[in-house]
């Protein structure tokens, strides 16, 4: 059964830093793209950064770009975010997703309509 359950989310202050986990089971996650999102109270849900299958290639909201790094370890089968310098606004729920055609050519992963495959969420607070 296709699962993808994330971790390392909790509370820290304006300026900190925290690492999210998402670690894949049930399928060969390892070629399928897979990416971030998040969603604070009231907000719909809004992209944050995905990776590719390979992690050779990467893309960013420009809301986090420069503070945020996103990777994978295939032969764990787990992508993270590390996540640096974090503000307010970055409080939310975060998600990870995979699906096989999210980074097709000519996409780059912000789509959530393009992935498959859903974790629970794991909630980031950022205290000022």
């Known amino acids: 059964q296709e699962q993808l359950v994330e971790s390392g989310g909790g509370l820290v202050q304006t300026g900190g830093s925290l690492r999210l986990s998402c670690a894949a089971s049930?399928?060969?996650?390892?070629?399928?793209?897979m990416g971030w999102f998040r969603q604070a109270p009231g907000k719909e849900r809004e992209f944050v950064a995905a990776?590719?299958?390979?992690?050779?290639?990467?893309y960013y909201a420009d809301s986090v770009k420069g503070r945020f790094t996103i990777s994978r370890d295939n032969a764990k089968n787990t992508m993270y975010l590390q996540m640096n310098s974090l503000k307010s606004e970055d409080t939310g729920v975060y998600y990870c997703?995979?699906?096989?055609?999210?980074?097709?050519?000519?996409?780059?992963?912000?789509?959530?309509?393009?992935?498959?495959?859903w974790g629970q969420g794991t909630q980031v607070t950022v205290s000022s």
């Open positions: 049930g399928r060969t996650f390892s070629i399928y793209a």
């Open positions: 997703a995979a699906g096989p055609g999210a980074m097709a050519p000519g996409l780059y992963g912000n789509n959530w309509r393009d992935y498959d495959y």
């Open positions: 990776i590719s299958w390979s992690g050779s290639s990467t």
